[in-house]
């Protein structure tokens, strides 16, 4: 549940998002980007929880690899739903993960 | 509830965990620090979640004041029982935001 992440540097993308009333389809969309993007090169691990804000914590090898997925079609077509219907206000930030420590199993 | 953050570069520090069986006095101690925390200069601002896994992520100006904010006293007998206590896993990943877009309200 934790992810799993490799020694420093590596990269996160911390997304941020409140939902919107119209949530169709949402669910369904969001196991299938989970998926899609647990099979892209240079992907390490995923975090997420919701209450009223969703956050969501991805992590990446490298910046090509965030890139690269921001890109990808499928992806990005959930975007376009994303910002026009599913969400009232969301916030990405890409970020590069300098230190980390914690107790994990 | 989507934090409001400058213009990067800023840093984030991504703290999850997963609880333990015994959290006697988590609640009260996560509402103090949050507050506490909301006082420490350089602090920008916080958003967290939970599900199976809680995420909270903060927000600040530097990494000084992510420093100080770790060694604050208060906060670090926080920290101990965290440890000790609260939480069957955890991790912190301290990490500079250098990039962000979305779409707020």
């Given at each position: 549940?934790?992810?799993k992440?490799?020694?420093?540097?590596?990269?996160?993308?911390?997304?941020?998002?409140?939902?919107?009333?119209?949530?169709?389809?949402?669910?369904?969309?969001?196991?299938?980007?989970l998926?899609?993007?647990?099979?892209?090169?240079?992907?390490?691990?995923?975090?997420?929880?919701?209450?009223?804000?969703?956050?969501?914590?991805?992590y990446?090898?490298?910046?090509?690899?965030?890139?690269?997925?921001?890109?990808?079609?499928?992806?990005?077509?959930?975007?376009?739903?994303?910002?026009?219907?599913?969400?009232?206000?969301?916030?990405?930030?890409?970020?590069?993960?300098?230190?980390?420590?914690?107790?994990?199993?």
């Open positions: 549940m934790i992810a992440t490799p020694k420093p540097p590596y990269y996160a993308v911390i997304f941020s998002s409140v939902k919107s009333e119209n949530t169709e389809g949402y669910n369904d969309m969001a196991l299938k980007m998926k899609l993007a647990s099979e892209q090169p240079g992907f390490i691990g995923v975090e997420s929880a919701r209450e009223e804000v969703g956050i969501t914590v991805s990446w090898e490298n910046l090509e690899a965030i890139k690269n997925w921001k890109a990808n079609f499928e992806h990005k077509e959930a975007q376009k739903l994303g910002r026009k219907q599913w969400y009232s206000c969301f916030k990405t930030r890409i970020c590069k993960v300098e230190h980390d420590y914690g107790k994990q199993n």
